[in-house]
């Protein structure tokens, strides 16, 4: 089995986890920016989290023969204080020429405030400046469904954003319709206790296909399983998908998706 890990927190992980997902499959790993389980309080921790993703954690993954690439930016988790969020936006541009980032992201809501939704349009506008790819988080809370249309708004209402250049991530049942439909990409996170369990990421692959649809483990400091992928591929085999289709969505499609920019390139 093949796959990418289109969507893992790997500064979070021990190495073990690296040499693990190798093991399964693993062919790379994209690591969005997150919050540090913990509110960061001024601009040069984001300037170190942000040379950490960019040089030291590649290092580390290079030592388990893995391509590590990243996607910069202030999570929705500390977007509240706007002049801080506006300080490490303003930093953002120094690091997207560094070989391994990918665009900006994870950027979304979490609370679904007015000012997470100002910085969301901040992070937006340094994407369509920068020809960036977006990747975005979805709210966890109940409001995931508001959250996720006032996303796309965002999004819609910028006419340099090209959808298919955006995943919208952490889609379940409720929502994966609505992404899809207005052409976006949907990843779905497979958490054991929240987001999509395998069985109900399986569900929607067979509901709506796999046509710009993919998985992550989103594996952080929380409950989470990095292999969560490669054994909802096992799932998928044993509810009769052929191996061609598990390959297209856990390979193929975050291929598809990431090599838009040029920088993805898999040895």
Known sequence: MRYIEPHGHMVSRTTDD??????????????????AGYDRSSVHGFYDYFCQLTDYEPKRAAKFGLP??????????????????????????????RPNVLGIGEIGLNKNSRNELK???????????????????????EDKLKGTRLILDALKSDQRIKPE?????????HTVELVL????????????????????A??????????RLWMNSACDWGISVPLAVPRTALEMRKRGHRAEAVDRLI???PIRFMSQTPKFKLP
């Open 251 to 253: 390979y193929q499609n």
């Open 202 to 211: 399986i569900d929607i692959v067979e509901c709506y296909g796999n046509e």
């Open 68 to 97: 590590h690439f990243c996607w910069l930016c202030i999570n929705p988790k500390e977007s509240e204080d706007t002049r801080l969020a506006e300080e490490v936006i303003g930093i953002i541009p120094q690091f997207l020429d």
């Open 119 to 141: 910085v969301l349009e901040w992070h937006i506008d340094l994407a369509a400046r920068t020809n960036s790819l977006i990747l975005v988080h979805t709210p966890h809370l």
């Open 18 to 35: 690296y040499q693990d997902m190798v093991t399964a499959g693993c062919a790379a790993v994209c690591e969005p920016a997150f919050w």
């Open 181 to 200: 439909d207005a052409g976006f990409w949907a990843g779905m996170t497979l958490y054991p206790e929240s987001k999509c369990s395998p069985a109900r």
């Open 165 to 173: 250049r955006c995943i919208i991530d952490h889609v379940e049942e």
